[in-house]
């Protein structure tokens, strides 16, 4: 079992950045593949970025590419997302997410085994 628990949101104004973190517990980090999810209210849950175990593969969702970075710390057991630039059209609620199994990066929650509790980012314009 795996424990996800996010942190870091908030309220920032469009063109403002906000990093967000998320600490896992109960399973060797470094053998879970790690992504983020979004969901916006009235939309379904979306994609938006991956990373394997070391950190050699991410993968990021087309709206969010050049903008957010994910990256991880396995000594920390912590993934990161840094959101830069952010604008109106991402606020939502963030969601970690971890997968066992293979080293291969996945943009469909459902690969993922678990999920955080989800954090909220509002940008205002």
């Known amino acids: 079992q795996v424990q996800l628990v996010e942190s870091g949101g908030g309220l920032v104004q469009a063109g403002g950045p906000l990093r967000l973190s998320c600490a896992a517990s109960?399973?060797?980090?470094?053998?879970?593949?790690m992504g983020w999810f979004r969901q916006a209210p009235g939309k379904e849950r979306e994609f938006v970025a991956t990373?394997?175990?070391?950190?050699?593969?991410?993968d990021y969702a087309d709206p969010v590419k050049g903008r957010f970075t994910v990256s991880r710390s396995n000594a920390k057991n912590t993934v990161y997302l840094q959101m830069n630039s952010l604008k109106p059209e991402d606020t939502a609620v963030y969601y970690c997410?971890?997968?066992?199994?293979?080293?291969?990066?996945?943009?469909?929650?459902?690969?993922?085994?678990?999920w955080g509790q989800g954090t909220q980012v509002t940008v205002s314009s």
């Open positions: 990373i394997s175990w070391y950190g050699s593969s991410t």
């Open positions: 997410a971890a997968r066992s199994g293979p080293n291969s990066t996945g943009r469909l929650g459902r690969e993922y085994d678990y």
């Open positions: 109960g399973r060797t980090f470094s053998r879970l593949v």
